[in-house]
């Protein structure tokens, strides 16, 4: 007989659904159950068992036969039509022929007679158990199998291998994988390459399909080998890796072939992002210089005195860029459940700094809001600043990023004298309403992750920040309606 620690030792990791109608028995082996087992999920009925079985993760199943609404050889029917090998316990008070008839055609595996016996039901259960880590261990197995059957080449291949850098690498004989090593085999999810061992999908299914990367090893282009870039979906995130090719004679026949290595960019690509936004904010000083003559400027003679004075700054215009982006539609949304997924830890961590920003920027905004003083203007700079610092390190914001990070530049340059209370009553109105979509930026996309599109506050807080740029471009009147209003984009 097998002691409890034992039972315990195979049972502790598997859910089970437990199916019995009458309360004293279901509450009493329901209490047992949840001792030896990780969950237990408990029904009155096999209508209430098959609704359970279907919203939950289910090892295998315990359940009696008679039972109103549905009973226990009914809801195994059904259950069995989705899950031939789940494993199906069966406690009965019958003894009779037609029962046991029926329950072979349903392939039950176990039965507990009424009234249960403990120590019977603790070997039943261990039973099952181990029925379920020897299949457990025979999956491994097979897939080691596998993994050995395609690596199991010749010596020369090995050297070569070995001679090499040990990052991911897969190689092709035609379209046969010869060799795969366990930095490739670590990349990906169990169930997923699993998939891809048995032969059930390509190694092409392992990548993720995003504009901008390659969809397929075959679309390799040997003279632009920038372009050789693939992103994978991984047990950390989504990862970007650079793809090299290489072809090699492995003395497998008369062909070469081919060796793929891949080499880990994400961070370089997020610095490239850094580096792209920081040349645009050099090149183009958009908030800063574009409308107005800086009062800074030291003039070199007369003459340009003169063309100073009677020079007329020209009327604000909107590139098509920046237009673009107000009315920025995206034909493949992505939903912030799958965006957050791809994110790496290391971006995850970082972005937890948000939080406290927020609460800290909404409380400026207010003060500014309420007392319209030009000096708090200073501490919102700051937010808005590392709001786009942190912006920043995400793939897709990075017009985002620009965008806020060129309002905290113009707004340092801001001086109480440039400014009279209706412009800061307009400025004061936006900034909240920025704040406010910067927090439901946050929270929704990052901390309740149910935001369908990603994108859908931008053009709003690019609305915003645009509008306050017009707010302090020297011909703000000349864009103001007879009822001074303000245009939205």
């Not at 009973?71 to 022929?97: C, W, Y």
């Not at 990052?167 to 035609?174: D, R």
């Not at 920025?328 to 948000?354: G, M, N």
């Not at 200073?378 to 914001?397: P, R, T």
Request: charge should be negative; aromatic fraction near 10%.
């Amino acid at each position: 007989m097998k002691s409890f620690t034992e039972i315990m030792g195979l049972t502790k990791k598997y859910n089970v659904l437990y199916v019995e109608d009458e309360e004293s028995i279901r509450t009493n082996m329901a209490d047992f159950f949840e001792k030896i087992f990780n969950q237990v999920f408990v029904a009155v009925d096999g209508l209430d068992g098959l609704e359970k079985f279907h919203k939950n993760r289910i090892d295998f199943i315990i359940s009696d036969i008679q039972m109103p609404n549905m009973s226990g050889l009914e809801m195994v029917k059904i259950i069995r039509e989705h899950s031939g090998d789940i494993p199906i316990v069966i406690t009965t008070a019958f003894n009779e022929q037609d029962f046991f008839i029926k329950s072979i055609d349903l392939k039950v595996d176990k039965y507990i007679l009424k009234p249960m016996n403990l120590e019977h039901v603790r070997e039943v259960l261990y039973d099952i158990s181990k029925l379920l880590f020897d299949r457990a261990r025979a999956k491994e197995l097979e897939i080691l199998q596998v993994k050995e059957k395609i690596n199991r080449i010749s010596d020369q291949l090995i050297t070569k291998i070995a001679d090499g850098f040990p990052n991911p690498c897969i190689i092709f004989n035609g379209e046969d994988v010869r060799y795969i090593n366990d930095a490739f085999c670590n990349l990906f999810q169990e169930d997923e390459f699993e998939n891809f061992l048995q032969k059930r999908i390509s190694v092409n299914n392992l990548f993720s399909k995003r504009e901008g990367f390659m969809d397929s090893l075959e679309s390799y282009d040997d003279q632009d080998k920038i372009k050789n870039r693939v992103t994978i979906e991984g047990k950390k995130g989504r990862k970007i890796y650079s793809v090299i090719k290489r072809e090699i004679d492995i003395g497998m026949d008369s062909h070469l072939s081919q060796m793929y290595t891949l080499n880990d960019i994400t961070w370089e690509e997020y610095q490239k992002i850094k580096i792209k936004n920081y040349s645009e904010l050099l090149e183009e000083i958009i908030f800063n210089n574009r409308y107005r003559i800086s009062p800074k400027r030291e003039l070199a003679s007369e003459e340009e005195s003169l063309e100073f004075a009677t020079s007329t700054t020209p009327k604000m215009k909107i590139s098509d860029h920046e237009n673009a982006l107000l009315r920025r539609s995206h034909l493949y949304k992505t939903s912030a459940s799958e965006y957050v997924k791809e994110l790496d830890d290391e971006i995850l961590k970082e972005l937890q700094e948000l939080d406290q920003l927020g609460k800290e920027f909404k409380y400026s905004a207010k003060v500014f809001q309420d007392d319209k003083n030009i000096a708090t203007l200073d501490e919102i700079v700051i937010y808005l600043s590392k709001y786009a610092h942190v912006i920043n390190l995400l793939f897709e914001f990075e017009d985002l990023s620009y965008a806020v990070r060129s309002l905290s530049e113009l707004l340092s340059s801001v001086k109480e004298k440039e400014l009279d209370d209706k412009d800061i009553k307009k400025i004061a109105l936006f900034l909240g309403a920025i704040e406010s979509d910067l927090a439901d930026w946050y929270q929704l996309i990052f901390i309740e992750k149910n935001a369908q599109d990603i994108h859908y506050l931008d053009s709003s807080l690019f609305s915003a920040c645009l509008q306050i740029e017009l707010i302090l471009s020297s011909d703000i009147n000349e864009m103001e309606s007879e009822e001074d209003s303000l245009e939205l984009f």
